[in-house]
């Protein structure tokens, strides 16, 4: 009777303690990502008064220091850093130190949408793909799919992104004139109804889209396979074979479950490399998303804007690696027991 | 008889060695001997052939200054090497020691080493990059430099792996019994043992480094005109796609082609050197 009842207990805070200490080290790190990119963006050249103040001949030195006394930039360095985490903490970002001085936040969140749909749709499609791919050709190991699969992987790595983005223009957007190459909606779309509306979207994200999947492909169905190969090789395969299951229930029931854990933690790693290509494609593709407002955010030099996105990403990853441990904890029972004994 | 069949099982074992190294061997030639190759200067503009498609004149084509493709090509292939053999130079030496000093000291050493690697490995890096690069005016040392600090978390881990469990070995014992200091153990007796995987992903690494100059470069925060790498090569043929679609191609293919090179060398590297990868 004890015994039963204190197990799921014992379980239960081995969890809560393991998330405890998880989340604790995710905010110091999330801590140190701020200090590093605060101290690094802040101490080197150039400063968001330039475009107002150096490169405009009809301000002086005054309208500079009135400017620096506008967004805070003549106190020491800790001080503006001490103030913008204490504001963090309270949501609040700043505002951003460009022209259009709205909220930064608020800027955010008109732009999150468009890159995450974007990101969120390749990444289905990937997996779509590239999961069916990696069982297969590891199940027929050194087939002609699977030699065939290799090379496209190699050329898929080899790909920038940028150069595939701009043959894919040059044959459907230019060449054949199926898709539009640039924006995400048509000069005509506030005349289209609903339905004219939406596939006038698809049609513009059709570019990026393929773009984001075919760069995602390569190493997804890569590990696929190689996860899959690690997984046939165990005892328990053999088990399954052996009491005469047929082949299709030990590779879907027994094997992919294994051997999709290892998928799930890269999913939840690729979201730094995700955010970071949106830049190069949105801006191939004039997409307004969250890239081209960082990318328009450095070149003016705008620090609230900036280090609100760089906060962004960083949560965003750590989002990612947190829900591909829980993931992985949730699917493995494995790690249920061990992190009971701690 | 005997000899020919042993070649071609050889090739046939090591088809992609040979073809990651003959890649290589190529971009490296060409890149290093530019100016003998090359058809005409870099900069030589001629302006009455502007954006003339591919010729037996100008093999490539020529861009909207009249400037010859090809031999801007082959300049640009200079840069790029340039740029990844020395941040990955940067990043290899800072992984390496960080890696050395975090699995050979252990304890407080390694958990502070390792927790940086999960802070930096967190970092949308590419959008640091970016920022830093935009600041600090974007010139080739600059770019080595940010490449090369982004980019050490991968080697410092290996050798951190290849650290300790080298560490546990016989002949290190016998160093430590004999009276050898820490570093000259480290220097002398794990680093040797730990290279193979070093300079597999030193390997890889040259590839990563040219995708992410090339990257910059093509936002115009790489490498500045006139001076051509193949990134900024694209940039300037994506402004001109519908009149000169070769300005666009041509580059990338040497992006596409060397990358590909590099990772077929160290794909086979690690397949000979680290058996406990091989699949």
């Known amino acids: 009777m004890t015994s039963t009842a204190s197990l799921p207990r014992r379980r239960t805070t081995g969890i809560a303690a393991r998330t405890a200490k998880k989340t604790l080290w995710l905010l110091l790190t999330l801590l140190g990502i701020t200090l590093i990119s605060f101290f690094v963006i802040h101490l080197a050249p150039g400063s968001p008064t330039d475009t107002e103040t150096t490169l405009n001949p009809l301000a002086g030195e005054a309208a500079r220091k009135q400017l620096e006394t506008l967004y805070g930039l003549d106190r020491p360095l800790y001080v503006q850093y001490f103030d913008w985490v204490v504001r963090l903490l309270h949501f609040d970002f700043g505002n951003s130190m460009s022209a259009d001085a709205r909220p930064v936040l608020t800027k955010i969140a008109e732009r999150l949408p468009l890159t995450i749909g974007v990101n969120v749709i390749s990444l289905l499609l990937v997996l779509l793909i590239s999961i069916p791919l990696g069982i297969i050709t590891a199940c027929k190991q050194n087939s002609l799919l699977d030699r065939l699969t290799t090379i496209l992987v190699f050329l898929g790595f080899a790909m920038p992104s940028f150069w595939l983005a701009l043959l894919l223009m040059l044959f459907f957007g230019i060449e054949h004139q199926w898709f539009p190459v640039s924006g995400l909606t048509s000069l005509n779309f506030s005349e289209l109804d609903f339905f004219g509306k939406c596939a006038d979207i698809a049609a513009h994200l059709a570019l990026p889209v393929t773009v984001y999947t075919i760069g995602g492909l390569a190493g997804m169905s890569r590990y696929m396979r190689a996860c899959m190969l690690e997984v046939l090789r165990h005892d328990y395969i053999l088990t399954a074979r052996a009491k005469g299951l047929p082949e299709h229930a030990v590779i879907l029931r027994h094997a992919l479950r294994n051997a999709l854990l290892p998928v799930i933690t890269l999913l939840g790693l690729s979201v730094p490399g995700l955010i970071g290509g949106s830049v190069i494609i949105e801006s191939i593709f004039a997409l307004p998303g969250l890239g081209q407002l960082f990318y328009a955010a450095v070149m003016a030099r705008d620090y609230t804007m900036i280090m609100g996105n760089l906060v962004l990403g960083a949560v965003l990853t750590l989002a990612g690696n947190l829900l591909a441990d829980f993931c992985y904890g949730f699917a493995d029972p494995r790690i249920h027991s061990a992190g009971g004994r701690t | ?279």
Request: aromatic share 10%; glycine share 8%; with cysteine.
């Open chain 2, 1 to 279: 008889m005997m000899r020919i069949s042993a070649f071609t099982r050889f090739t046939a074992r090591h088809i992609m060695l040979l073809l990651g190294l003959a890649i290589v061997f190529f971009m490296s030639l060409a890149a290093l001997c530019a100016p003998i190759f090359a058809p005409y200067p870099p900069f030589a503009l001629h302006l009455e052939h502007i954006l003339e498609p591919p010729s037996s004149q100008f093999w490539l084509g020529t861009d909207r200054l009249g400037r010859d493709v090809f031999s801007r090509m082959l300049y640009g292939g200079r840069v790029s090497l340039w740029v990844g053999f020395v941040a990955v130079g940067i990043s290899v030496s800072i992984g390496t020691a960080l890696g050395l000093i975090s699995g050979y000291f252990r304890h407080w050493v390694d958990e502070a080493v390792m927790r940086a690697v999960d802070i930096m490995l967190c970092f949308p890096s590419f959008f640091l990059i970016l920022a830093v690069i935009a600041f600090l005016e974007p010139d080739m040392t600059n770019i080595m430099i940010v490449i090369g600090l982004t980019s050490w978390m991968g080697v410092a881990r290996l050798v951190r792996a290849e650290t300790l469990s080298l560490r546990e070995r016989e002949f290190v014992d016998a160093a430590r019994l004999a009276g050898v200091s820490s570093w000259r153990i480290l220097l002398l007796h794990i680093l040797p043992n730990a290279l193979a995987p070093v300079l597999i992903s030193a390997t890889l690494g040259v590839a990563g480094a040219i995708l992410v100059e090339s990257s910059l470069s093509f936002l115009g925060l790489g490498v500045q005109p006139p001076t051509a790498s193949w990134g900024n090569m694209l940039m300037e043929g994506k402004a001109v796609i519908e009149i000169a679609p070769w300005l666009s191609v041509y580059p990338g293919l040497a992006i596409l082609i060397t990358v590909l090179g590099y990772n077929l060398l160290g794909e086979s590297l690690r397949d000979m050197l680290d058996p406990r990868m091989r699949q």
